[in-house]
């Protein structure tokens, strides 16, 4: 069971857009659409912000957006802010009830 | 509103069991659609997922660490434990409890440093 690969740094400036992508097999990302996304601070709790591919849990705001091709799901932050500058994880459902999650990126709002 | 704590040593000693307990308030341990999980993060490297319990008894367990892992829940006290067996430098982590709920773990824990040495 490996880790879902994620590139290690995106940047942008603010208001822009950025996609963080988040690759698996077919064994987990390709096969589920149970694709979830949190947002980490230094030193804080994980936020959930993206579930099942692309759905918002309440509160989130409707600048991020989810999606999913293939094996491969994606993060989408638009109208960049500073305080979106942290860790993103994604993790997926994989096969006989275990969970597999990302290497993590990390997002620089320049 | 839900909140998860983590409790347990910060230090263990190799060989020794790693203990760990997670307090659950603003809710209940019992809640039908929810289950309980542990997910860790060695430093530097990526999260890796433990184990879940439903209050019922329902267990799943990571298969790489099965044989030394046990979850329980305990409804009196709301809580929710992880025991490691057999700790070594590798389970040097840091050791989050989480809700799975609705096909996401969607309320964590701040974490708590667990090092093995």
């Known amino acids: 069971q490996s880790a879902l690969t994620q590139p290690a740094s995106v940047s942008g400036s603010p208001g822009q857009s950025i996609t963080i992508s988040c690759t698996g097999t077919s064994s987990d990302v390709g096969s589920y659409n149970l694709v979830s996304w949190f947002q980490q601070h230094p030193g804080k709790a994980p936020k959930l912000m993206i579930s099942e591919v692309n759905k918002r849990p309440s509160g989130v705001s409707n600048r991020f957006s989810g999606s999913k091709s293939g094996n491969t799901a994606s993060l989408t932050i638009s109208g960049l802010q500073a305080e979106d500058e942290a860790d993103y994880y994604c993790?997926?459902?994989?096969?006989?009830?275990?969970?597999?999650f990302g290497t993590g990126t990390k997002v620089t709002v320049l | 509103q839900l909140q998860l704590q983590e409790s347990g040593p910060g230090l263990v000693k190799p060989s020794e069991t790693l203990s760990l307990t997670c307090t659950v308030s603003g809710g209940s341990v019992r809640s039908s659609n929810d289950y309980w999980g542990w997910i860790r993060q060695p430093p530097g490297k990526g999260l890796e997922w433990i184990a879940n319990i439903h209050y019922s008894g329902n267990i799943y367990y990571n298969p790489s660490v099965k044989s030394r892992v046990a979850i329980s829940v305990d409804t009196s006290t709301n809580q929710f434990s992880l025991k490691l067996s057999s700790a070594t430098a590798a389970d040097t982590a840091v050791y989050y409890c989480?809700?799975?709920?609705?096909?996401?773990?969607?309320?964590w824990g701040q974490g708590t440093m667990v090092t093995v040495s």
């Open positions: 993790y997926s459902y994989a096969a006989s009830i275990t969970y597999v």
């Open positions: 989480a809700r799975w709920t609705q096909n996401a773990f969607d309320i």
